[in-house]
């Protein structure tokens, strides 16, 4: 929610104020006019403050106009010196000038710190960002004061006491405050230098590059990994691979995740699998010499090329989710060993497709998220049925059927609110009006009709047991790293080392019972808004009765439940044209933009007798899921160990056929031959 200074008006008049403040500032000095100069300089400081805690956006709109706030500083002081020889006597200039030196001193060290504060950033900048995995080998160490690595706050801080030493002295013509506030500044400055330059000391420093390097491939020697979870993307794309986490944790062997960007290691949800981040190509191809086999792409990005270089590992698209869009059947996949989905359905969209992919490479494995959800339990058994409205997003593609936020949202939900005995969750996709400015509007909207709901609907709000925050802080305990605001990449993979024994187990035991509590809390039919990572969308399927989406993943997700679900038809299309274009929906109820259908849905929610889709929606199940036995867990760990098996193979007749080569070669004399050297080496 933005502050009332983040906007645009309220920007302009910063702004305005603070170029009026130098403005008087400077007049004051020539005149000079003491009254004056005290009133500006204390706005000018003021302003700074303002930008400093809510308007740290306007720093980089000055910078552009080389007016950033080392400028502004050096004016503010050169403008109170000027002041200060402008008064009084003429031998002030032989008076004032050890005060200038020592200014000068000031904005000299300032620099220096700026320079080292660099420099430490560099030898702090590992190759490889690790997170579940013991680096202590690196001399990894806690990161400087974050004061020091900000040069705006930095010089904002540290230069505030000479600028109130110079004002004290304006005022009072006593030139000792002058002379204290200097000296504190050239103080704290000095520290900072020290503190930065003591790290920058051999014993201090991380390991270089070479040597973090070795580590590396000393560590993949020992943890000899088998399959992976290879993921890139932005930042808002991580649930993509969080989604996995959990199947990837329950694997036999070695699972290890890596990563692309150095912002994602802390994106990556709670698991005690090792995260290796391995931001260049170069580190990346060193994974060709390890054990690893195969690795699993929840989604395809610029970088996944590169890793599909690596010849001795078998790749393999799991996608995060499956739906019948065609981003579902993107012609990437042929770039993969092999192709994984869920059932049939899947299989029949990649033959239709026609993108490339061979029906031989087309695994069909379930998912292995959706193992422990609640099964259909009969209609709502209480007061209020349950309806989870979980549209997703507009895509990249403009096209309106993607998501019913903006076409059928604001009606949908008018429609649910309207009937007294609906509980409403509402959880929008997390890119919705990333794209679209209507859609991220329509889900204001909508969140406000909800919030104008609760407010008239009467409910007795639950007793506060404190159990919530109990089980909230014990799950943040074992799932979040307590670190400074300053820790940099080096401490936090000091801080987030190798996990303890039965982590996992007491992290999932430690969720469920979050969830337990989270909805015991809530008073008893009250809409809600859900937007936290906690809830998970899962969780919400289990207090659902039903589910009104779009054509999206989060329907063949729904289906294990075998509970009823719609489908928001704003494509365009006539419904029997919708439902043959989108198999998915076939035993869905289609509703219309003006949501005209929702009552009568909602009686065949209540009333199964007068459900017709519920031998549709099992026969649906098996085609987009597969079958119920073996559970999807078994038939992904299955999968994955017939694909190591093939690389295994793959990479023992390389190691043949290589030495093959090799014996047939004849050297020249005097000459030895030269053993290939590896990928990240050539």
């Known amino acids: 929610m933005p502050t009332p200074l983040s906007s645009v008006p309220a920007r302009a008049l910063v702004a305005a104020l603070l170029v009026a403040a130098f403005c008087a500032q400077a007049v004051a000095a020539l005149r000079p006019h003491i009254p004056l100069l005290l009133a500006s300089t204390v706005l000018s400081l003021a302003i700074e403050g303002v930008m400093y805690r809510w308007q740290r956006g306007m720093q980089s709109v000055f910078a552009k106009s080389h007016a950033d706030i080392t400028v502004r500083h050096v004016l503010r002081d050169l403008l109170l010196v000027v002041a200060l020889l402008r008064l009084g006597e003429q031998n002030r200039e032989t008076l004032y000038t050890p005060l200038v030196a020592g200014l000068l001193a000031f904005y000299a060290l300032h620099c220096a710190i700026q320079a080292v504060s660099i420099l430490v950033r560099r030898t702090r900048t590992l190759p490889v960002v690790t997170r579940n995995i013991d680096a202590s080998a690196l001399r990894l160490s806690p990161a400087s004061p974050l004061l020091l690595r900000r040069p705006n706050d930095r010089i904002l801080i540290f230069g505030l006491p000479a600028t109130a030493g110079l004002l004290a002295t304006a005022a009072t013509d006593d030139v000792r405050y002058a002379v204290l506030g200097i000296a504190v500044s050239l103080g704290l400055s000095l520290v900072g230098l020290c503190n930065l330059l003591v790290r920058l000391l051999p014993s201090r420093r991380p390991a270089g590059e070479h040597e973090t390097l070795q580590w590396l491939d000393a560590w993949l020697a020992e943890y000899r990994p088998t399959a992976g979870l290879y993921f890139s993307g932005g930042v808002s794309s991580a649930y993509q691979a969080n989604m996995w986490l959990e199947p990837l944790a329950k694997l036999d ?74 981003s579902s059947c993107n012609p990437y996949a042929k770039a993969y060993d092999e192709v994984w989905v869920a059932g049939p359905a899947a299989r029949e969209r990649y033959a239709l497709a026609d993108v490339g992919v061979e029906d031989k490479d087309v695994v069909e494995i379930g998912r292995p998220q959706l193992d422990g959800l609640r099964p259909y339990a009969g209609p709502p058994a209480g007061a209020w049925t349950t309806v989870l409205y979980a549209p997703t997003w507009e895509g990249w593609d403009g096209n309106p059927g993607n998501t019913s936020v903006i076409e059928a949202g604001e009606n949908l ?109 809530l008073p008893q039919g009250e809409h809600q808004v859900v937007t936290d990572v906690r809830p998970a969308l899962y969780a919400c399927f289990d207090r659902a009765d039903l589910l009104i989406s779009d054509v999206s993943s989060v329907i063949s997700d729904f289906l294990a439940s075998g509970k009823p679900y719609a489908v928001a038809n704003t494509s365009g299309l006539a419904e029997d044209t919708f439902r043959k274009a989108f198999p998915t929906v076939r035993a869905a109820t289609v509703l219309t933009p003006d949501a005209a259908g929702v009552p009568d849905l909602l009686k065949t929610v209540r009333h199964p007798e007068k459900d017709e889709l519920a031998e549709v929606r099992a026969e649906l199940k098996r085609e987009l899921l597969g079958p119920d036995e073996p559970v999807s867990q078994v038939r992904f760990n299955d999968a994955v160990q017939a694909l190591c098996s093939e690389a295994q193979e793959h990479r023992a007749r390389m190691v043949e056929r290589l030495a093959a080569e090799t014996a047939t070669e004849i050297p020249d004399q005097g000459k030895s031959l030269t053993p290939p050297q590896p990928a990240h080496q050539a």
Request: charged content about 25%; some cysteine.
């Open 413 to 521: 939900v008018r429609a649910l609110l309207a009937d007294p005995g609906v509980r409403l969750l509402y959880k929008p996709h997390p890119l919705t009006g990333s794209v679209d400015p209507r859609a991220g509007a329509a889900d204001l909207r909508i969140r406000e009709l909800i919030r104008a709901a609760n407010r008239e609907r009467a409910v007795e709000q639950p007793r506060d047991t404190g159990e919530l925050a109990l089980r909230t802080r014990e799950l943040d305990r074992l799932t979040t790293t307590a670190t400074r605001a300053a820790a940099d990449q080096v401490e936090r993979m000091m801080l987030q080392s190798a996990p303890e024994p039965g982590r996992a187990n007491a992290v999932a035991a430690a969720t469920a019972a979050w969830e337990e509590a989270y909805w015991a809390s």
């Open 253 to 326: 062997g070695r699972p290890l995740i890596v990563l692309r960007e150095r912002f994602m290691v802390q994106k990556i949800g709670p698991t005690d699998v090792p995260i290796l981040c391995l931001p260049k190509v170069s580190t990346l191809m060193r994974l060709e010499d390890s054990s690893l086999q195969i690795l699993i792409h929840p989604s395809n990005s610029g970088k996944t090329s590169q890793v599909l270089r690596i010849p001795t590992v078998k790749h393999t698209f799991v996608n995060h989710g499956e739906s019948d869009k065609l």
